[in-house]
């Protein structure tokens, strides 16, 4: 038994959600990881591979019955995001950020609302998040957005970037500055965008390094109405709505790096156990034994925090800002080094597309840029040891 075995040995599954797991493993064995390789090449977006969780009713497992889910634990849902990432990191973030934009909309929404709108989520349809702007990326209270109230309508003007989902969702979760407000950080507002709503466009898909075949486009919003009705919480709450949501999704985005961790892990192992030099295996060599030692212990580490920091949210902890941005932060900064080092280990074959490591290493870079730069990240640890 490896020291990965023992460590999924002590984690406390239920008996349901290894069933869970159990399914989520076997389709992103048979179908996910075996299509993401033309996902990738083409661009497309991954039809076979989303229609497959669909199948298994993923967007359920964090959806309230009453809504037309069966909803399970934060920690369940982390580690289908790890699995679905480590098969392909598109379809593991185009599932995430399905969370990342409707979790909000189920902690504080109406009943109005979740009645209404949750069902198209957990039916399969996809949700978004919209914060960057072209000129507000890691300081999102600089969005320019602006939503003017116009009787039971909300007026919304402006632009949003680097969407996920922002094509093909069936909800986005926007936020924008309330026009009656001066404040610029009181001002901040959310509210859930429709798909179809009039006034709103969707911009042509980017062209990405990696998650390629993840959609990724700029949306518009000139004079675009939509009902006040769907205004989450009230004008100007939307700051405190926004850290809120950050905090659960940057775990999941942890989640979302630590798939991809593994997957270039379990290459670099079978790799170098097969890979001879001067008629040795590679990882015979005392020096390759050094990092496969450290990676692995990062990796271990990764692991255990991620549900340490699950375990707080189970727990009704509500203030675990710094812990999430630990997670975010160390879990990217190891996959994008892991990526880095199995590609090395792989010699000139690394660089090449027949390996899956040359695209692991394309697809981590992004984790350490999105949900806060890791730089925003290490000012937003650092600064939390402040004598008050």
Same mark, same amino acid.
């Given at each position: 038994?490896?020291?990965?075995?023992?460590?999924?040995?002590?984690?406390?599954?239920? %008996?349901?959600?290894?069933?869970?797991? =159990?399914?989520?493993?076997?389709?992103?064995? =048979?179908?996910?990881?075996?299509?993401?390789?033309?996902?990738?090449?083409?661009?497309?977006? *991954?039809?076979?591979?989303?229609?497959?969780?669909?199948?298994?009713? &993923?967007?359920?497992?964090?959806?309230?019955?009453?809504?037309? /889910?069966?909803? &399970?634990?934060?920690?369940?849902?982390?580690?289908?995001?790890?699995?679905?990432?480590?098969?392909?990191?598109? $379809?593991?973030?185009?599932?995430?950020?399905?969370?990342?934009?409707?979790?909000?909309?189920?902690?504080?929404?109406?009943?109005?609302?979740?009645?209404?709108?949750?069902?198209?989520?957990?039916?399969?349809?996809?949700?978004?998040?919209?914060?960057?702007?072209?000129?507000?990326?890691?300081?999102?209270?600089?969005?320019?957005?602006?939503?003017?109230?116009? #009787? =039971?309508?909300?007026?919304?003007?402006?632009?949003?970037?680097?969407?996920?989902?922002?094509?093909?969702?069936?909800?986005?979760?926007?936020? #924008?500055?309330?026009?009656?407000?001066?404040?610029?950080?009181?001002?901040?507002?959310?509210?859930?965008?429709?798909? #179809?709503?009039?006034?709103?466009?969707?911009?042509?898909?980017?062209?990405? &390094?990696?998650?390629?075949?993840?959609?990724?486009? *700029?949306?518009?919003?000139?004079?675009?109405?939509?009902?006040?009705?769907?205004?989450?919480?009230? *004008? /100007?709450?939307?700051?405190?709505?926004?850290?809120?949501?950050?905090?659960?999704?940057? *775990?999941?985005?942890?989640?979302?790096?630590?798939?991809?961790?593994?997957?270039?892990?379990? =290459?670099?192992?079978?790799?170098?156990? !097969?890979?001879?030099?001067?008629?040795? !295996?590679?990882?015979?060599?005392?020096?390759?034994?050094?990092?496969?030692?450290?990676?692995?212990?990062?990796?271990?580490?990764?692991?255990?925090?991620?549900?340490?920091?699950?375990?707080?949210?189970?727990?009704?902890? $509500?203030?675990? #800002?710094?812990?999430?941005?630990?997670?975010?932060?160390?879990?990217?900064?190891?996959? &994008?080094?892991?990526?880095?080092?199995?590609?090395?280990?792989?010699?000139?074959?690394?660089?090449?597309?027949?390996?899956?490591? %040359?695209?692991?290493?394309?697809?981590?870079?992004?984790?350490?840029?999105?949900?806060?730069?890791?730089?925003?990240?290490?000012?937003?640890?650092?600064?939390?040891?402040?004598?008050?």
């Amino acid at each position: 038994m490896t020291l990965f075995d023992r460590l999924n040995a002590q984690r406390p599954w239920m %008996e349901e959600e290894r069933l869970v797991l =159990d399914q989520v493993m076997r389709t992103a064995e =048979d179908v996910i990881a075996p299509a993401a390789v033309g996902y990738d090449k083409s661009g497309d977006y *991954p039809e076979t591979s989303m229609a497959a969780l669909n199948k298994l009713g &993923m967007n359920a497992i964090f959806v309230p019955e009453a809504y037309g /889910g069966a909803l &399970m634990s934060y920690r369940l849902y982390l580690e289908c995001v790890s699995i679905i990432s480590a098969a392909c990191a598109s $379809t593991g973030i185009i599932y995430a950020t399905n969370f990342h934009g409707m979790k909000p909309l189920i902690d504080l929404g109406t009943e109005e609302q979740k009645t209404r709108l949750l069902p198209r989520i957990s039916g399969g349809g996809l949700g978004s998040l919209a914060i960057t702007e072209p000129s507000a990326g890691s300081d999102a209270t600089g969005m320019k957005t602006r939503f003017t109230p116009d #009787g =039971d309508e909300i007026i919304i003007d402006g632009s949003k970037a680097f969407i996920s989902n922002g094509d093909r969702a069936e909800l986005i979760l926007l936020f #924008g500055k309330w026009s009656e407000i001066e404040d610029p950080r009181q001002a901040i507002s959310v509210l859930i965008l429709e798909r #179809g709503s009039p006034g709103f466009e969707v911009g042509p898909k980017e062209e990405k &390094m990696g998650h390629r075949a993840a959609t990724t486009v *700029p949306l518009f919003f000139n004079g675009c109405r939509v009902p006040r009705a769907n205004l989450l919480g009230e *004008p /100007g709450g939307g700051l405190k709505i926004l850290l809120s949501s950050l905090n659960k999704s940057r *775990p999941s985005v942890a989640a979302h790096a630590l798939g991809i961790a593994r997957a270039a892990f379990a =290459d670099m192992i079978a790799y170098m156990n !097969e890979r001879e030099q001067s008629g040795r !295996e590679i990882i015979d060599f005392q020096g390759n034994q050094f990092l496969i030692a450290d990676l692995a212990s990062e990796l271990a580490m990764v692991e255990t925090w991620i549900d340490y920091v699950a375990a707080l949210i189970a727990a009704g902890e $509500t203030d675990y #800002g710094e812990e999430a941005s630990i997670a975010k932060m160390r879990a990217s900064d190891l996959a &994008m080094r892991m990526t880095t080092e199995a590609v090395q280990m792989h010699g000139g074959y690394g660089y090449i597309t027949d390996y899956r490591v %040359e695209r692991l290493m394309r697809d981590a870079k992004i984790t350490q840029i999105w949900e806060g730069t890791n730089q925003v990240h290490r000012q937003l640890i650092g600064r939390s040891f402040r004598a008050k």
